[in-house]
C-alpha cells in the first residue's frame, strides 16, 4: 500500500513563499500522476496542479497560475509544489493525491491521499 507524506505546511505573510513536499513511502511504479488539492474552510477540494511522474507534463489551476510551481523528483517520486506570492485566499488544507491513470482534475481518480498539512496565510 503507498502511503503518501506531506511536509512543509505552516504559517506565512502575505507575499511569502512556502514549499510542500509530498514523498511516496515506497518508490512505486504504479502512481502515474501525483497532484496537489486544496480545501479551505467552508469550501469544496480545489484542483491545485499535477505532474506526471516522467515531470514532462503538469497542469496548474488558472487561480494559482504564475504564482505555484509544481515539480518531481523522478528518483524518488517526491512531488513538491513551490507557493509564491501567497495570499490569504491560499489559507487551506493542501493535500497531496497519486493516480495511476491521468485524470488531473478530478479528485475522485485518485487512488492515494496524504493527511494534509495546513498553510495559513496571514499578518
Known amino acids: 500500500q503507498v502511503q503518501l507524506i506531506e511536509s512543509g505546511g505552516g504559517l506565512v505573510q502575505p507575499g511569502g513563499s512556502l514549499r510542500l513536499s509530498c514523498a511516496a513511502s515506497?518508490?512505486?511504479?504504479?502512481?502515474?500522476?501525483m497532484a496537489w488539492f486544496r480545501r479551505a474552510s467552508g469550501k469544496p477540494r480545489e484542483f491545485v496542479a499535477a505532474?506526471?511522474?516522467?515531470?514532462?507534463?503538469?497542469r496548474v489551476a488558472d487561480s494559482v497560475k504564475g504564482r505555484f510551481t509544481i515539480s518531481i523528483d523522478t528518483t524518488t517520486y517526491t512531488a513538491y509544489l513551490q507557493m509564491n506570492d501567497l495570499t490569504p485566499d491560499d489559507t487551506a488544507v493542501y493535500y497531496c493525491?497519486?493516480?495511476?491513470?491521468?485524470?488531473?482534475?478530478?479528485?475522485?481518480?485518485?487512488?492515494?491521499w496524504g493527511q494534509g498539512t495546513q498553510v495559513t496565510v496571514s499578518s
Open positions: 515506497v518508490q512505486s511504479n504504479t502512481i502515474y500522476t
Open positions: 505532474v506526471r511522474k516522467s515531470g514532462t507534463v503538469s
Open positions: 493525491a497519486g493516480d495511476v491513470g491521468w485524470s488531473p482534475y478530478d479528485p475522485a481518480v485518485y487512488d492515494y
